[in-house]
C-alpha cells in the first residue's frame, strides 16, 4: 500500500540524510557539518516534510524576513541562523532556497556531556524559522571561525579529546548565539515593543469580555499563538524588555484583574476565581498570596 504524500519522512541517522541528500558519508556518525551548495538532489526529490532525530543548526546565506520600519532595516544583510530541535516538523522548502552551512548533531554525541541536558534550556531551538537570528559581519565572522574548528576537528584524526573538542565548540556557538539573540531583540526593540503592546490588548480582551470564565485561564501556547509567535520566542522576547516571562505576564495581568473586581464588586472571592478562569478557588487564593502578600478577602478590606 502505498503511502500518504503528506507523510513526513523521518530521519533516525545523519548517514540517512546524507544519503537522501546525495552527500558523501559524515565522517563522523553523530555529528556532521554539510556544506548546502553540496547537496546533489533536486528539491522535487526530496520528501515536502520531514523529521529529524538529531539538533540542526544552519547558518543561511541572504535569510529572508528583515522587518522593515520605516527608512531602515532592524536587521542585518549577512545571513542567519535556524536552529531546530530532534522531532521539530520540517518543510523541504525551508532549506532549498539557500546557500550556507548546517551543522548536525544527533543527541548521543552530547549525552554524556552537561551539554546535554543543558542544550534544552536554549529556547531558540524552538522558535520558528521567521524568528531567525540574523547576523551583523562581526558575529557571521564568529560564528564561521566555530564552524571551521568543528570542520577541522572532524577532518583530524580521531584521539581521546576529539568529542570533548567539538562538544566545546558546540556550546561556543550556541552560547554566542543566545548573546546575539539579546541583541536582536534590541536591534528590534519597536518590533518588540508593539508585540508587547498586542500582548496587553489580547489580555484585557480575554479577561474583560469573559473568555476566562468560559475557556478558563489563558495559557502562553494560546497567547503565543494570538500573537503568531512561538512561545519561547514570546517569553524570550518580553524577557528582554521586560525581565519576565510570558507566563509571568500572564499572571500579572490575572492579579490586576483580580484586584479591579474585588474592589469595585461585591462577588465572593469563589465568583472572582471562576471568572478569571480558575477551576479551584483554592488555586486562585494562592496565586493571589503569593504575589501580593495579601489573601484575595485580605485585599478587600485593606482596600475598603
Not at 503568531?228 to 514570546?234: D, S
Not at 471562576?274 to 489573601?295: A, D, I, V
Request: overall charge neutral; cysteine-free; charged content about 20%.
Amino acid at each position: 500500500m502505498k503511502k500518504e504524500e503528506n507523510t513526513p519522512k523521518t530521519f533516525n541517522s545523519i548517514s540517512d540524510l546524507h544519503r537522501v541528500l546525495g552527500l558523501p558519508k559524515p565522517l563522523h556518525p553523530l555529528v556532521s557539518l554539510v556544506d548546502n551548495t553540496q547537496i546533489a538532489v533536486d528539491v522535487d526529490q526530496l520528501p515536502t516534510s520531514f523529521l529529524l532525530n538529531f539538533y540542526k543548526v544552519s547558518y543561511k546565506k541572504g535569510l529572508r524576513g528583515k522587518i522593515r520600519y520605516g527608512q531602515g532595516y532592524y536587521d542585518f544583510d549577512e545571513g542567519g541562523m535556524v536552529f531546530t530541535a530532534p522531532n521539530q516538523l520540517l518543510a523541504t522548502t525551508d532549506d532549498a532556497e539557500y546557500k550556507g552551512q548546517t551543522l548536525l548533531i544527533h543527541p548521543d554525541f552530547i549525552r554524556n556531556y552537561p551539554l546535554g541536558k543543558n542544550i534544552k534550556n536554549f529556547g531558540f531551538f524552538s522558535y520558528a524559522a521567521n524568528e531567525a537570528l540574523h547576523l551583523s559581519e562581526k558575529e557571521k565572522t564568529i560564528v564561521m571561525g566555530i564552524f571551521k574548528n568543528i570542520e577541522d576537528e572532524l577532518q583530524s584524526t580521531i584521539d581521546d579529546f576529539s568529542q570533548d573538542v567539538i562538544v566545546s565548540q558546540l556550546e561556543l556557538l550556541l552560547n554566542y548565539s543566545n548573546r546575539f539573540y539579546k541583541r536582536q531583540f534590541i536591534t528590534r526593540k519597536a518590533v518588540s515593543n508593539d508585540l508587547l503592546v498586542q500582548l496587553e490588548t489580547q489580555l484585557d480582551s480575554y479577561f474583560n469580555n469573559e473568555t476566562a470564565l468560559m475557556k478558563g485561564l489563558p495559557t502562553v501556547q494560546w497567547l503565543a499563538g494570538q500573537l503568531a509567535v512561538t512561545p519561547h520566542y514570546l517569553s524570550d522576547m518580553l524577557r528582554s524588555l521586560t525581565g519576565q516571562n510570558a507566563q509571568q505576564h500572564i499572571h500579572n495581568k490575572l492579579i490586576e484583574k483580580a484586584k479591579e473586581i474585588l474592589s469595585i464588586t461585591h462577588l465572593s472571592v469563589a465568583e472572582v476565581a471562576y471568572q478569571l478562569g480558575f477551576e479551584h478557588p483554592q488555586s486562585f487564593n494562592k496565586l493571589f498570596k503569593r504575589k501580593t502578600n495579601l489573601s484575595p478577602l485580605e485585599f478587600r478590606q485593606s482596600f475598603n
